[in-house]
């Protein structure tokens, strides 16, 4: 074959040609990649400059949704304890009646709706957490966030134990009945005297105060008062100590005349 012999001008435009395919492969990388530079090649300093802050958007990225994260584990928290307000306020009111009302049934009744609520109130904080991370479950749950890349700019926030309302908040379940103290004030007058079981309904002179469910525990103490207000006479509560004991004891006070209507309570 024959050589083929380009002149001086079609090598020039061949040239030009070469270049301008060069220049416009670079121009569409620039486009695809949004990047004025993409390479080392390209220019160097500029190259390592956007490299570095690149990487430093990427941890600001993180640190962002991080905060973001602690935000929501924040709120929920927030949201626990205001539904715990709302549960320790009724708690207060139970424990109000209960503290206000003469009927040991009723009072035994105030006291387990009020133990009933502080079970609410751990129960509530223990499902105020978020991501695995909940601030009213106390230890293994602090909350630190980081502004920076370095954290040399951050905010602990400490974990409460709201799940042991005892130790927590201060709130300790109420004794059913337990080593209580009645008093009756004995005014000279007729007085009926009804002691209600489980049930609501009056106990027959058998049955004993305990096992009855009105309320009483063995060591309660009775104390039976005159319009003075000077105690007359004490009954304390065994396990077996029935309606009629105490029927009596109120009967042996002087001045006093004491009897069980056994067609009431039936």
């Known amino acids: ?49 956007a490299s570095g802050l690149n990487a430093r958007a990427g941890d600001l990225n993180g640190l962002l949704d991080d905060m973001g994260q602690s935000i ?19 708690a207060k009111a139970k424990a109000t009646q209960a503290a206000s009302t003469s009927s040991q049934y009723e009072r035994k009744q105030f006291a387990s709706q009020y133990n009933e609520i502080l079970t609410q109130i751990s129960d509530l904080a223990k499902d105020s957490g978020y991501n695995g991370k909940n601030l009213l479950a106390g230890d293994g749950n602090d909350l630190t966030v980081s502004f920076n890349e370095d954290n040399t700019s951050k905010l602990k926030i400490s974990a409460v134990d709201y799940t042991d309302v005892e ?43 305990v096992s009855a469910g009105s309320g009483y525990v063995a060591g309660d103490v009775l104390t039976f008062e005159d319009a003075s207000g000077n105690a007359v006479a004490t009954l304390t509560i065994t396990s077996t100590t029935t309606v009629q004991d105490l029927v009596d004891t109120i009967d042996d006070v002087a001045g006093v005349n004491a009897s069980f209507d056994e067609a009431r309570a039936s």
């Open 1 to 49: 074959m024959s050589d083929i012999t380009l002149s001086a001008g079609v090598r020039q435009n061949l040239l030009t040609l070469q270049q301008t395919a060069d220049l416009m492969s670079t121009v569409q990388n620039r486009l695809s990649t949004g990047n004025k530079v993409n390479s080392a090649l390209d220019n160097p300093n500029s190259f390592f400059t």
């Open 72 to 90: 929501q584990t924040i709120k929920a928290a927030d949201q626990g304890i205001t539904s715990i307000t709302k549960l320790v306020q009724s």
């Open 167 to 209: 130790t927590g908040l201060g709130l300790s379940e109420l004794d059913l009945g337990s080593k209580g103290a009645t008093s009756f004030n004995l005014s000279g007058v007729s007085e009926t005297l009804t002691i209600e079981g489980a049930d609501g309904g009056p106990l027959v002179s058998s049955e004993t105060l």
